[in-house]
């Protein structure tokens, strides 16, 4: 079956960094996204790997290696505002779903 | 300003009792979808549209109902909602389908309780 696998928590320490890990089980593949999500808010896009290799957006940074099945998503130098559910997501060619994983808690402490 | 706009967001209704959530667009999307999103479970896809009159259904389709008569609106239909369908509905719109073009934009959710 399809599935994506991710930790549902994960703590840190201010100014830190974080790897965000995300394996996946699909029949194809189109992508890996990867969406934040603060309580009570909607998820927002962060970034996207359609080839293998590093991403980089400011503080975060996205992998993908397709071979593996498996992604990470990299918080460097945490500030508090991070803390939120962080979700990985996959597109797959069996139709035109967004497959998601269950989503990872990132708690940051001071 | 470019948005995904939902109505309700907060709703308490009866078991049985029909109700519809709209789901609007204003950045001329062809790809739209609904989900549902409880605890420990992640987002879950109901339905989606791949364009006017173009549906399909999700993982969890059952006991809802979707329409896309034009393109900026996608509203969700509960017939007949029960207990079980208690959640936290997202509506998402995005270019297309697939690359960076799928990127996902949501609307601010709509929750949902059935008595």
């Known amino acids: 079956g399809q599935s994506l696998e991710q930790p549902s928590e994960v703590t840190a320490v201010e100014g830190a960094i974080v790897q965000i890990n995300c394996t996946y089980q699909?029949?194809?593949?189109?992508?890996l996204s990867w969406y934040q999500q603060h309580d009570g808010g909607a998820p927002t896009f962060l970034s996207y790997n359609a080839l293998d290799g590093l991403e980089e957006t400011g503080r975060f940074s996205s992998f993908l290696s397709r071979s593996d099945s498996y992604g990470y998503l990299l918080l460097q130098e945490l500030q508090m505002k991070d803390s939120a559910s962080y979700f990985c997501a996959v597109r797959e060619d069996s139709n035109y779903q967004l497959i998601w994983g269950a989503g990872t808690k990132l708690i940051i402490k001071p | 300003e470019a948005q995904v706009t939902q109505n309700p967001r907060y709703l308490i209704t009866v078991t049985g009792k029909k109700l519809t959530v709209t789901c609007s667009q204003n950045m001329n999307h062809e790809y739209m979808s609904w989900y549902r999103q409880d605890p420990g479970l992640g987002l879950r896809q109901i339905y989606y549209s791949m364009n006017v009159e173009v549906t399909d259904k999700g993982d969890v389709p059952e006991g809802y109902k979707v329409s896309r008569k034009e393109k900026r609106n996608f509203p969700l239909i509960l017939e007949s909602p029960s207990p079980n369908q208690t959640s936290l509905y997202f509506c998402?719109?995005?270019?297309?389908?697939?690359?960076?073009?799928?990127?996902?934009?949501f609307g601010p959710g709509t929750r949902l309780t059935v008595l």
């Open positions: 699909t029949s194809g593949f189109y992508g």
């Open positions: 998402a719109s995005s270019l297309s389908w697939t690359g960076p073009r799928a990127t996902q934009y």
